[in-house]
């Protein structure tokens, strides 16, 4: 009986610890944090509740349904076995006595072995009466603690899906929002867009140059946030718009030339000198640049196939083309670099005809995103 008693505390202590084990610790990202059950939330270290904690409950659910688990089945599985147990070793213990108190009456028949066999019979039945009790009062013990471990994790249950429902309701607020400042952000980009060269329609290959080649500071536009695409493009404004294409550094260029019409003091001139330097313009022999001159398609195709290095000498259908023409070998990269997009099947190149800023932004734009 006393290995009974020890062993059933035993079990009974270890399970009412662990119970009492659930209510600390069960938020595992609060040092510290306790369940309370008034709020159906975490109370943290510091005293203040937490119904919106993003704790994981998953782990202390699953040790509590465990432990639920092991007390309604396994104790009192045990209890009951021990109890078994206990009521044998009763049996064995009196088994002897019992059998000589009996035979004790057989053989003497007086009133003193009588008395000796029912006070032992007597005794018997009071320790397995004691038994009984102490059995039926340890399961109603782990009946107990099963009803107070199975509270607490409804109770758990109950918060973690609250707190779930609030992190969903949370998560999509932020999503909402998150949407709705896209929206802002484009429609203020959308805004800021419109400002920039309004002249340019926007479903436009002339539109998606000149954003590209801004996006690149190429190109800059009017005062007036306006493009001007029909103005023609003189020889200073391309020498400025390829060596930026090309990535040229500038800073700290002191090239020295000698044309008649260009000067220190011009906004051009470091673009005019280094595009001298690197062979993209020579100026005329009487050693004038005109920097203020339209730039013809022959002086485009030139200057634009040398300063972003593009080939020579590739065929071409012209034929308003002189076979000796200065600019001859560097016709076929008109088609191979889809230079003029809307003459493309033309055979007529008109070397002679300006160029407009917006031929001239969609032949940069059509080799930069092909070629570089």
């Known amino acids: 009986m006393k290995k009974f008693l020890i062993t059933t505390l035993i079990i009974l202590t270890s399970f009412t610890v662990k119970a009492a084990d659930l209510y600390q610790g069960c938020c595992s990202y609060h040092s510290g944090a306790s369940y309370c059950h008034a709020t159906n939330s975490i109370m943290c270290s510091d005293g203040k509740f937490s119904p919106t ?101 409804m109770a758990m249950k109950a918060s973690a899906e609250t707190l779930k429902a609030s ?81 040229v550094e500038l800073e700290g260029a002191k090239e020295k030339i000698n044309y008649t019409d260009v000067s220190e003091k011009d906004w051009f001139w470091i673009y005019v000198a280094k595009a001298t330097q690197l062979g993209i313009i020579k100026g005329d022999p009487d050693g004038s640049f005109r920097p203020g001159s339209p730039v013809n398609r022959a002086e485009l195709i030139k200057m634009i196939s040398i300063s972003l290095d593009l080939g020579e000498d590739l065929n071409h259908k012209y034929t308003d083309i002189a076979s000796n023409a200065w600019y001859e070998k560097y016709l076929g990269n008109v088609k191979t670099y889809n230079l003029f997009p809307e003459e493309y099947y033309k055979v007529w190149f008109k070397p002679q005809q300006p160029v407009t800023r917006y031929e001239t932004a969609v032949a940069i734009y059509n080799i930069l995103i092909n070629s570089y």
Not at 80 to 93: F, G, K, M, R
């Open 167 to 247: 992190n969903v309701a949370a998560q999509a607020a932020i999503e909402e929002k998150a949407r709705l400042a896209k929206e802002e952000a484009l429609a203020a980009e959308k805004e800021v867009m419109m400002r920039i060269f309004p002249d340019v329609p926007r479903d436009s290959t002339e539109y998606e140059a000149a954003i590209y080649l801004k996006n690149k500071d190429v190109i800059k536009g009017n005062p007036d946030g306006s493009f001007g695409g029909e103005k023609p493009v003189n020889r200073a404004e391309l020498a400025k718009m390829l060596l930026i294409a090309k990535g």
């Open 53 to 153: 904690c993003t704790c994981n409950f998953d782990s202390e659910l699953v040790d509590v349904e465990n432990l639920f688990k092991f007390n309604n089945d396994r104790v009192p599985e045990r209890i009951n076995s021990d109890y078994e147990n206990a009521i044998s070793d009763i049996n064995e213990l009196y088994a002897n006595s019992l059998s000589r108190a009996e035979a004790n009456v057989a053989h003497y028949g007086n009133n003193q072995a009588r008395s000796t066999l029912e006070s032992l019979l007597q005794k018997k039945e009071s320790s397995s009466d004691d038994i009984v009790f102490i059995r039926d009062q340890l399961l109603e013990d782990a009946a107990l603690e099963t009803n107070e471990v199975l509270n607490i994790y």
